[in-house]
């Protein structure tokens, strides 16, 4: 089935503190803002926030399994961090198509993280994805 411009996905989802840890031994980033709880109390957060890269991992997930869906490919993204994300809460990702380039398959993609709780948008952005048989 052919997406259309508006359509959308949005999914719950939540990071842990013991996945943030494992994140951070995977890529090597220990800044200690993100594991050490005594070190993130004296900073401007006054707890452990998730690694910026690894908050968005979601909406890869989402294009790459249900919207467009298997055989999409991650062609571009931008994002403006406006919160933090912290461990052990819920958030929403929201994916909407606001554009599609027929002869390219390409369809460019409003992507937001928020938090479900204060219904605030904290990670903005616009992303592009090619898919051959949905856009």
């Known amino acids: 089935m052919k997406l259309k411009i508006g359509d959308s996905q949005t999914e719950e989802f939540i990071i842990s503190q013991t996945q943030v840890n494992q994140f951070a031994e995977l890529t090597g980033d220990k800044n200690p803002l ?6 993130a109390l004296k900073t401007r957060f006054k707890k452990p926030i998730v690694h910026g890269l690894f908050s968005v991992t979601s909406m890869a997930k989402i294009m790459g399994t249900k919207f467009p869906g298997e055989g999409t490919i991650h062609v571009s993204q931008n994002y403006n961090f406006k919160k933090p994300v912290f461990p052990d809460t819920k958030y929403i990702v929201y994916i909407e198509l606001t554009r599609i380039l027929k002869k390219k398959h390409i369809g460019i993609f409003k992507t937001q993280v928020i938090d479900k709780e204060t219904k605030e948008v904290v990670i903005d952005g616009t992303g592009a994805a090619l898919h051959y048989e949905k856009l």
């Open 34 to 39: 993100h594991t050490n709880k005594n070190y």
